[in-house]
């Protein structure tokens, strides 16, 4: 019997993309912040000119799902992180928005088989969305430690090698 298990101490030489929606950067700045920090103290270079981390930045999240797959696509990376926030208006919008998001993250992650993290808040409220952001525990921790452990798994599993 063999066991497949990430890790989250073998990162030298891992490639990551970081994807960001512009809209509701309040939120999605304070995502990536989280994000940057845990990979850093994990050991993985995240200067936008080195050559660990690649950031790109959108209008919103709703564009995030169609660059995630063009990145996977590459097969430059070994992990691909989602960032972004859709707050719930008075508007049917929200919903149209968050399910085609979920959907198409997910779609391009099956599609090509890279590990593509959905690192989107879907919150009722800007101030829930803060709360998830930093105020009292900061998601983008989470997301980063989920792209870890993904890329090293998939390094372990054969024929799964994505970077």
């Keep these: 019997m063999t066991v497949f298990e990430g890790t989250f101490t073998q990162t030298e030489g891992l490639r990551f993309a970081i994807i960001i929606g512009r809209f509701n950067d309040l939120v999605t ?30 209008p919103g999240s709703f564009e995030i799902p169609l660059v995630a797959r063009k990145m996977a696509i590459a097969k430059q990376y070994d992990a691909i992180i989602c960032l972004g926030a859709v707050i719930r208006g008075d508007t049917p919008h929200f919903d149209y928005v968050s399910a085609e998001v979920a ?27 803060l709360e998830r952001a930093g105020i009292k525990s900061n998601l983008g921790w989470n997301y980063a430690m989920n792209a ?16």
């Design 29 to 58: 700045g304070k995502l990536l912040t989280g994000c940057q920090d845990c990979l850093k103290r994990h050991g993985v270079d995240i200067d936008p000119h080195g050559t660990q981390v690649d950031y790109i930045w959108v």
């Design 148 to 163: 870890l452990e993904m890329a090293t798994l998939m390094r372990q599993i054969p024929g799964t090698e994505s970077a």
């Design 103 to 129: 959907k198409g993250i997910a779609a391009a992650g099956f599609q090509t088989g890279v590990p593509v993290i959905f690192g989107i808040l879907t919150t009722d409220t800007l101030q829930q969305a």
